[in-house]
Nanobody, 126 residues
């Protein structure tokens, strides 16, 4: 599975930004999809995940983004999206699109995702 994330950029605090991730190479609907991020000098952290189409496309969020970010998927287009609202400087990071064959558990663990995109930088200015 190849992943290509795009949509990052510079935005002011309180603003919104949308990320998208295109996929190729395998049966998209069988994959859980997600987003992780890594801020400068910090460890990589879970942002959001959405389970495979066959398991109901259930979204999950980190507490830090719940209510502000929305993950979604379009199985026909083989794409996953992350809509980010009310952005804050603490959201500044490189955002990575990730994928794995559907697994019931541990959606928040980066080591369970076997496929990673190249990352796209989101910078939120104060």
């Amino acid at each position: 599975v190849q992943l290509q994330a795009c949509g990052g950029g510079l935005v002011q605090a309180g603003g919104s930004l949308g990320l998208s991730c295109t996929t190729s190479g395998s049966t998209f609907r069988n994959y859980d999809m997600g987003w992780f991020r890594q801020a400068p000098g910090k460890e990589r952290e879970f942002v959001a995940a959405i389970s495979s189409a066959g398991s109901g496309s259930s979204p999950r969020y980190a507490d830090s983004v719940k209510g502000r970010f929305t993950i979604s998927r379009d199985n026909a287009k083989r794409m996953v999206y992350l809509r980010m609202n009310t952005l804050a400087p603490g959201d500044t990071a490189v955002y990575y699109c990730v994928a794995r064959l559907h697994t019931a558990d541990y959606y928040f663990r980066s080591d369970t995702y076997h496929y990673w995109g190249q990352g796209t930088l989101v910078t939120v200015s104060s």
